[in-house]
């Protein structure tokens, strides 16, 4: 079975330009993450899609930030313009519906985009 | 505020050597704390969830503990294989979002 998979690898670009990034899930998984390491610092959320619907964008740092969901399948997220604070590893992660339960169910993460704007 | 912090934030250890990781967690209610290794260039990869107190699950030479406060990762006879950096997350109740701490570095020498 496929994992996450994400495109691209790695991107540079300047200050000002517009980047997409994608990330292909699971299939079958409902649930969809976004996240996003600076260098220094730890992991962080960025939002949440179940299928088609953002469930949670309180991570989203600005509205030059924009993430989509196609048909409850793949996502983008579009940075435009790109500002040099937004160099980093971008992280895509998806996981099955969580159970009725009071348990949490485990994310399964893509290799990353590391973006750099200079 | 929810918060994960990790120690050591590096670790090094010689092969067969054993040790703990800890991961110290404040949350409003706890709905799983998680544990992720990544490799140098690799997005983290799923090891364990955990969740409540008192709850052991084991793979290999790892080992996870859940107290109401903190988790460790123990790490019995290491090998260099098992040199990665170790990531701790938790989800709250009624978020799908994980927190995560900033991770500690293993290395293992031969």
């Known amino acids: 079975e496929a994992g996450v998979t994400q495109f691209p690898s790695h991107s540079v670009i300047e200050k000002g330009q517009t980047v997409t990034l994608r990330c292909d899930p699971i299939?079958?998984?409902?649930?969809l993450y976004w996240y996003r390491r600076v260098m220094g610092k730890e992991i962080k959320f960025l939002l949440h899609f179940v299928k088609e619907s953002k469930q949670d964008e309180s991570g989203m740092p600005n509205n030059r930030f924009l993430a989509e969901r196609t048909g409850g399948t793949y996502s983008t997220l579009k940075v435009q313009p790109a500002e040099l604070e937004d160099s980093g590893v971008y992280f895509c992660a998806s996981s099955q519906d969580p159970n009725t339960m009071d348990g949490g169910t485990e994310a399964f993460f893509g290799q990353g985009t590391r973006l750099t704007v200079v | 505020e929810d918060q994960v912090t990790q120690s050591p934030e590096a670790l090094r250890l010689q092969e067969g050597e054993s040790s703990s990781l800890n991961c110290s967690y404040t949350?409003?209610?706890?709905?799983?704390l998680f544990w992720y290794r990544q490799d140098p260039g690799k997005g983290p990869e799923f090891l364990f969830t955990l969740y409540s107190a008192g709850e052991e699950k084991e793979k290999e030479r790892l080992k996870a503990t859940l107290t109401k406060k903190e988790s460790f990762l123990h790490i019995t006879a290491p090998k260099p294989e098992d040199s990665a950096t170790y990531l701790c997350?938790?989800?709250?109740?009624?978020?799908?979002?994980?927190?995560f701490g900033k991770g500690t570095k293993l290395s293992v020498k031969p």
């Open positions: 949350v409003s209610g706890l709905r799983g």
């Open positions: 997350a938790v989800q709250a109740r009624g978020q799908g979002n994980l927190i």
């Open positions: 299939s079958g998984h409902d649930n």
